[in-house]
Each structure stands twice: as structure tokens, then as C-alpha cells.
């Protein structure tokens, strides 16, 4: 999980939540009114400010995962917040149904928005776990899965990651000159924010005490 800057809202949102909200909220069993925040501006400026990624395991959204619109507060819990742009974000499909409708107040999950998630969380190898006594990050972790073996798929590509990740780090260590300058670029955009797991891999940096 990665800290993030919300974008601003996007205009049919902004021009439309309200009449959306009152619509929908008189005509309930209506997929169309229910699903309007899945227009496509909405979902382009949430996967613009997630890097393209799952807001909370950092899988990439693309063809295989098509991620889905995440209410931080879910409509069940709080119908008014339905359309409301700071309580939209975006997830991958395994991780939307694991959060399903979880909302605790005073035990939010984590907010990549607001909370410094990256101080609130670390990694080992392709598992996240949370700082000692942050019972939101503990909470957060646990439901989603993070922390074991359930969700196989994800671990397994993120070892294939830190692997690739491992090669390209012996290699700039040993380099010189040119090539050494090309090794540290791609170990900077792993790192970055539009790469997938890149908050694992920034780890394996700061751990390593590497930099350029
Ligand atoms: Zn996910």
C-alpha cells in the first residue's frame, strides 16, 4: 500500500452526485442509477491517482483484473456517501470481495488517502504485516489477506517481482559508469508509485541502504 493524493473531482461527479444520490435512493433495485459512479471519467481519475493499481494490494488493474469502484465507507454502512468523490477509490477484485461491506468506526481499514500507510505497514518477502499495536493496519491486513498464504496468485507474483528485483540490484552494485546510471533509473521507477508492489520493493531498498 502506497500514500496517496486524491485528484480533484472529476466534473460529471461533481455536476451530478446529488441528483444521482436522490435518483438512486428512490429507485433502489435500478442497476443504472445504483452504478453511475462507474462512468468512465470517474474511473480513469481513480486509476490515474492509484498509478492504475489496487488501492490495497498494488496489483495492477488492466485486462486480467478489471478492479472495481471501492466505497471507503460502503453504501450499506452509509447511503449518503454512494457517490461522494472522497469515498470513492479503486480494487482488485480479490481484494473488493474481502473488504466486502467492513466498516468499524474508531477501526477504520487503512486510508492511503489520510494515513501514513507506508510507516503503518512492512514487508516480509511477499507478505505485509502491520507495526506493532496499529490495530487499524492489523485489522486492515487480516481481512485482506495480506499476511499468508490465502491469496496465492498474489504472493506468488510478487515473489516473481522481488526476485526480478534482486537480479537488477546485484547488478547495479557491481556496475560502473553508464550502465550503473540505466540500473539505478529502473530501480527508481520499481520504486515509484505507477509500479505494481513497488512499496515491498522500496523496502528491499531502504533495508538495503541503497541509493543512487
Ligand atoms: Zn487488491
Redesign the pocket.
Known amino acids: 500500500m502506497r500514500n496517496l493524493t486524491k485528484l480533484g473531482e472529476p466534473e460529471v461527479l461533481a455536476l451530478n452526485h446529488e441528483g444521482w444520490l436522490t435518483e438512486y435512493k428512490a429507485d433502489k433495485a435500478n442497476s443504472t442509477k445504483k452504478y453511475r459512479y462507474r462512468h468512465s471519467e470517474i474511473k480513469e481519475t481513480l486509476k490515474a491517482e492509484t498509478g492504475y ?7 495492477k488493474i488492466g485486462h486480467n ?1 478489471p478492479g472495481d469502484i471501492e466505497h471507503k465507507i460502503p453504501s450499506s454502512k452509509d447511503e449518503e456517501q454512494h457517490f461522494i468523490w472522497l469515498n470513492l477509490t479503486i ?6 470481495r474481502r473488504k466486502n461491506d467492513y466498516y468499524e468506526v474508531g477501526n477504520e481499514f487503512l486510508d492511503p488517502y489520510s494515513d501514513d500507510v507506508e510507516a503503518s505497514l512492512e514487508h516480509h518477502g511477499p507478505l505485509v504485516f502491520w507495526k506493532s499495536a496499529n490495530t487499524r493496519a492489523e485489522t486492515t491486513i487480516r481481512i ?1 489477506e495480506l499476511n499468508g498464504n490465502n491469496r496465492q496468485q ?1 504472493v506468488e507474483r510478487k515473489i516473481n517481482k522481488l526476485e526480478e528485483f534482486s537480479n537488477l540490484i546485484e547488478r547495479f552494485l557491481v556496475q560502473t559508469g553508464a550502465l550503473k546510471m540505466l540500473l539505478w533509473k529502473q530501480i527508481q521507477e520499481m520504486t515509484g508509485l505507477g509500479s505494481e508492489y513497488s512499496a515491498m520493493l522500496d523496502e528491499v531498498i531502504q533495508k538495503k541502504g541503497i541509493i543512487g
Do not use: D, F, I
Request: aromatic share 6%; hydrophobic share 25%.
Open positions: 493499481k489496487c488501492v490495497y494490494c498494488e496489483s483484473t480494487a482488485c477484485t480479490e481484494c473488493n485482506l498474489l
